[in-house]
């Protein structure tokens, strides 16, 4: 079939003028940083959150420093304070010392699809202003994150084919319509890149960032995997996925409620849990010392386990 080149320039012309306008709406919201803590140097970039200075970008970004230099397009430039840092999420939310740029409109990552034009800005390798366009080649990644003491995984991580580089982590990835939908954070490879999302949760974290400075979370002491249920079981449950339950943590609430290692977990407090997200997005501060039903398929049987969470400590 031959392609009429009038269509193609006309396809060309519809994606440059997006990636082009939504470059020109996010570039002056994205700041260069530069960061030096007790350990090394380190830069990176932020997206500008609220109309208060707060900016929003990667835990490992700032690391243990305390603040760094935020560098704006427009020639502005201002020191910093991290509010608050949530390794377990890779977040973390700092505010400049006077007035910056407006925020840009943020999304829902929920919206996107595989194939979604997505445009990256950021500062990578020292150039700031930089810009990447792509599609979104994947959704519902997981990524794995640790604090001192506890680790976790990152659901639903957006997977793009736009370009980043060291020095784009904490910069923004936005849809064809300038929304901020992800926070760019790692290259996963030759070509691929990951992007924290931004969703209900995230902005449940950022919300106790700029409150708190922390994330308290709740602690069941649970490993598990995602599972499908066999047909029969679906049927049985009115669920197509669960969690299978691959490790319980000594003398932890988990393990404590009588759970164990090959249970299947269909639901707590009667909520289906479908993924890691289901059960993470239940384990923020006001599940901890608050009892919790746990309902599980063992050996072909429903059971019922009751824990306690405790606070997840660093």
Known sequence: MTKDPNEESGALDAYSAITTSVAAELTPKVAALRIRSRRSESAGSAVVLTGESHLLTNA??????????????????????????????????????????????????????????VVAVGNPLGLSGTVTAGVVSALGRSMPARSRTAARLIEDVIQTDAALNPGNSGGALADSRGRVVGINTAVAGFGLGLAVPINTTTHRIIHA??????????????????????????????????????????????????????????????APLGDAQSLQKRLFADAIGQ????TVVRNGALVDAVALPIELTD
């Open 60 to 117: 490992h970004v700032v690391g243990d420093a305390d603040g760094g230099i935020a560098e704006f397009a427009d020639g502005t430039v201002a020191q910093f304070v991290v509010v608050g840092r949530d390794p377990l999420s890779d977040l973390a939310v700092v505010r400049a010392d006077r007035e910056v740029p407006a925020p840009p409109e943020y999304g829902d990552a929920n919206l996107l699809l595989v194939g979604s034009l």
């Open 209 to 270: 960032l700029m409150h708190d400075g922390r994330v308290r979370r709740a602690y069941l002491g649970l490993v598990s995997t995602p599972a499908q249920l066999t047909p029969g079981q679906a049927e049985r449950f009115g669920q197509r996925g669960a969690l299978r339950v691959v490790e319980v943590v000594e003398n932890s609430p988990a393990a404590q409620s009588g759970l164990r290692a090959g249970d299947i977990v269909l639901a707590i407090d009667g």
């Open 291 to 294: 009892r919790m039903e746990v």
